[in-house]
C-alpha cells in the first residue's frame, strides 16, 4: 500500500508538471503578437526600449465595495526621459466571487513628445469588468474596459475599447512563484479630429504582450517582473510612426 500510494503521487505530480508545460506553451503560441502583424506596420515603424514601474493598490471595504489607486510611471528614449505619469483611482463592487464591477477615473501626462506640445494631459473616465478564477493548477484573469478621453488640443470624446487576459501559471517546485502571460488589446471606437491634425483614429490602436514571473510575498503583496512588447498603431497620424517598444515591466501589487 505505501508503495501504492508512492506511486499514485509521482503520477499526481508528473500530470501536473505536464499540465503546466502544456499550458505555457499554449499561452506562448496564442498570446504572442504575431511576426506578419509586425512586417505589415509599413517602412516608418520605430522602436524603443522603456522602463514601467506601476503600483497598484486595492482595499476592500465594507458591503462589498472596493477601492483602488494606481501610480504608473513611465520612462522611454532609452530610459532617459519620463514618458508618462498615469493616477488612476477607481471605485469597485464584488458582484460575486469571480466578478466585480469598476467606476474610476484617470490623469495622464504626457512628457517629452517627440511632435506638438511637449507637454499635454488627458483625463479619462472608465469602466470596467473583472472576472477572475482560480483553477487549481492556474489563475485567470480577463478585465475589460471602456475608456471616455479627454485629451488636450483634441475636439470631442474619444472613446477606445481595451480587451486584456492574463493567465498565472505557479511553478510546481516553487509555489510562491508563477509564469505569467498576458495579452491586451486597445481598440479606437471613433475618430477624434484636432485644429491642426488627426487625433486617435477609429480601429486598433495598440496591443500589448507581457511574459514574466510573478512572486508572491504575502497574501497581501506581490509582484510582476518581464518583458513586454508594445505595438503602437499611429500610421494615420501626421507626423507620427509606428512604434514597437520593447520595455522592462516591474509592477507591485498590493492588497488590503
Known sequence: ?????IGAGQRHRHAVHMVWIV?????????????????ELGPNTKS?????TPVYLTVKLPASFLAYMEVNPRF????????????RPAIGYQLTEHVSIWQGYAWVGNYNQPTGPRFFEEN??????????????????SRTRLEERWIEHADGTAVRFRQMFRVDVPIPPAPTWAVVVYDEVFVNLNTVGTITS??????????RFFLGIN?????????DLGYQNQMINNRKLE?????????LLLQLWINL
Not at 507626423?239 to 520595455?247: D, E, K, Q, R
Open 76 to 87: 522611454a528614449d532609452d530610459v532617459t526621459n519620463i514618458d508618462q505619469l498615469l493616477l
Open 1 to 5: 500500500m505505501p508503495m501504492e500510494r
Open 23 to 39: 499550458t505555457l506553451w499554449v499561452l506562448i503560441v496564442l498570446g504572442a503578437p504575431p511576426v506578419q502583424a509586425y512586417t
Open 124 to 141: 479619462r473616465i472608465y469602466q470596467q469588468v473583472n472576472y477572475l478564477h482560480k483553477f487549481s493548477h492556474l489563475k485567470f484573469l
Open 198 to 207: 488627426k487625433g486617435p483614429e477609429a480601429g486598433l490602436d495598440q496591443n
Open 48 to 52: 524603443d526600449f522603456r522602463l514601467w
Open 239 to 247: 507626423g507620427n510612426a509606428n512604434l514597437i517598444n520593447h520595455m
Open 215 to 223: 512572486k508572491t510575498f504575502s497574501q497581501h503583496v506581490n509582484v
